[in-house]
């Protein structure tokens, strides 16, 4: 264990500006589209509410409320498709600056095998976002040469994501998932200016998650994320502890804990609970930054809960894909 911690530890310098959420796992939809509808039950609905730097000014508060929906999947278990969809409101500042978006996700998953040990699936992200801030306490010159105009209190834009997204599971409670996503592929124009040179560059996500039975209480899930976008970088490495309190076969409960760090910015310190489809997780950021003097190392909080059914009627659809229950 002590191996494990210290290995996912090791990171690189950089940091990232766009929005991000600390449990990397808390809602798979958010960090690449080839995961929409990826799951044994037919509808999942999830949320995330997250509060940073509270401490300075009056903080970032960001929303997260998504819907996934498994309209087909062959009789066969080989092949399927998600649907999602998902809002965010992210607001911070005295100035309320912030964005509202709004996005819809579609995948296409199929087995790679005829033991459907290995899983593809192809994601596709369609987003409107709306920027804005509030006016009334805003004060900007009107001279033009000191480059304090701005134009518009409203900025809305459209851009397309893309994902890939491939799973393997050797055994019942053992398995290796790696997605790769590209976010803002058009590279939208995002100016209050008359510059139409500032865009919204290009974002790329790269994640890996690997879970393990030590034996029949405990488990291992290690994880490592990554993202670029222009010339920000975010590196999250870490691993779950995953306990099982189940006392019955077709019951599902267990409780976990996590450590991870965050390149030059945080420690993350996580819990979960799972009792079957049911998910509900916390996590709490310690900031190790410069900002940690007006921070007093606090960093941000996320509340996050999961539910995913299936209608009593659409049994007969419900695919076998072997997703971790962890």
Same mark, same amino acid.
């Given at each position: 264990?002590?191996?494990? $911690? $210290?290995?996912?530890?090791?990171?690189?310098?950089? @940091?990232?500006?766009?929005?991000?959420?600390?449990?990397?796992?808390?809602?798979?939809? *958010?960090?690449?589209?080839?995961?929409?509808?990826?799951?044994?039950?037919?509808? #999942?609905?999830?949320?995330?509410?997250?509060?940073?730097?509270?401490?300075?000014?009056?903080?970032?508060?960001?929303?997260?409320?998504?819907?996934?929906?498994?309209?087909? !999947?062959?009789?066969?278990?080989?092949?399927?498709?998600?649907?999602?969809?998902? *809002?965010?409101?992210?607001?911070?500042?005295?100035?309320?600056?912030?964005?509202?978006?709004?996005?819809?996700?579609?995948?296409? &998953?199929?087995?790679?095998?005829?033991? @459907?040990?290995?899983?593809?699936?192809?994601?596709? @992200?369609?987003? #409107?976002?709306?920027?804005?801030?509030?006016?009334?306490?805003?004060?900007?010159?009107?001279?033009?040469?000191?480059?304090?105009?701005?134009?518009?209190?409203?900025?809305?834009?459209?851009?397309?994501?893309?994902?890939? *997204?491939?799973?393997?599971?050797?055994?019942?409670?053992?398995?290796?998932?790696?997605?790769?996503?590209?976010?803002?592929?058009?590279?939208?124009?995002?100016?209050?200016?008359?510059?139409?040179?500032?865009?919204?560059?290009?974002?790329?996500?790269?994640?890996?998650?690997?879970?393990?039975?030590?034996?029949?209480?405990?488990?291992?899930?290690?994880?490592?994320?990554?993202?670029?976008?222009?010339?920000?970088?975010?590196?999250?490495?870490?691993?779950?502890?995953?306990?099982?309190?189940?006392?019955?076969?077709?019951?599902?409960?267990?409780?976990?804990?996590?450590?991870?760090?965050?390149?030059?910015?945080?420690?993350?310190?996580?819990?979960?609970? @799972?009792?079957?489809? &049911?998910?509900?997780?916390?996590?709490?950021?310690?900031?190790?930054?410069?900002?940690?003097? !007006?921070?007093?190392?606090?960093?941000?909080?996320?509340?996050?809960?999961?539910?995913?059914?299936?209608?009593?009627?659409?049994?007969?659809?419900?695919?076998?894909?072997?997703?971790?229950?962890?």
């Amino acid at each position: 264990m002590v191996c494990v $911690v $210290v290995f996912f530890l090791l990171s690189t310098i950089g @940091k990232a500006q766009d929005i991000h959420f600390s449990s990397i796992n808390a809602n798979p939809m *958010f960090i690449n589209p080839a995961t929409t509808g990826f799951m044994s039950q037919m509808f #999942r609905i999830s949320t995330i509410y997250r509060n940073q730097w509270s401490s300075v000014s009056d903080g970032y508060n960001t929303f997260l409320t998504s819907v996934e929906y498994k309209p087909f !999947v062959s009789y066969k278990d080989r092949y399927g498709i998600g649907v999602g969809i998902d *809002f965010v409101n992210d607001i911070a500042g005295t100035l309320s600056y912030g964005e509202r978006d709004i996005s819809a996700s579609m995948s296409f &998953f199929f087995a790679l095998d005829r033991e @459907k040990k290995y899983y593809l699936s192809l994601g596709l @992200k369609a987003q #409107r976002r709306n920027y804005g801030y509030d006016m009334k306490n805003a004060d900007f010159s009107q001279d033009e040469n000191n480059n304090e105009v701005v134009l518009l209190e409203n900025l809305n834009v459209f851009n397309l994501s893309g994902g890939l *997204f491939w799973q393997y599971t050797p055994q019942e409670n053992t398995s290796l998932q790696i997605g790769f996503s590209c976010f803002n592929i058009n590279q939208p124009s995002l100016s209050f200016f008359k510059n139409t040179d500032i865009i919204l560059h290009r974002r790329y996500v790269l994640s890996s998650s690997f879970v393990f039975s030590c034996n029949d209480k405990l488990s291992l899930r290690p994880q490592a994320f990554y993202q670029n976008q222009y010339k920000n970088n975010e590196i999250i490495l870490g691993s779950d502890l995953i306990v099982n309190l189940s006392d019955a076969v077709f019951t599902t409960q267990n409780i976990s804990v996590g450590m991870y760090y965050r390149n030059n910015d945080a420690i993350i310190i996580s819990s979960k609970y @799972k009792y079957n489809n &049911f998910l509900a997780g916390l996590s709490y950021d310690i900031n190790l930054s410069k900002l940690n003097k !007006v921070s007093h190392t606090y960093g941000g909080v996320e509340l996050w809960l999961s539910y995913a059914f299936s209608p009593i009627s659409s049994k007969r659809i419900n695919t076998k894909i072997p997703c971790p229950t962890f």
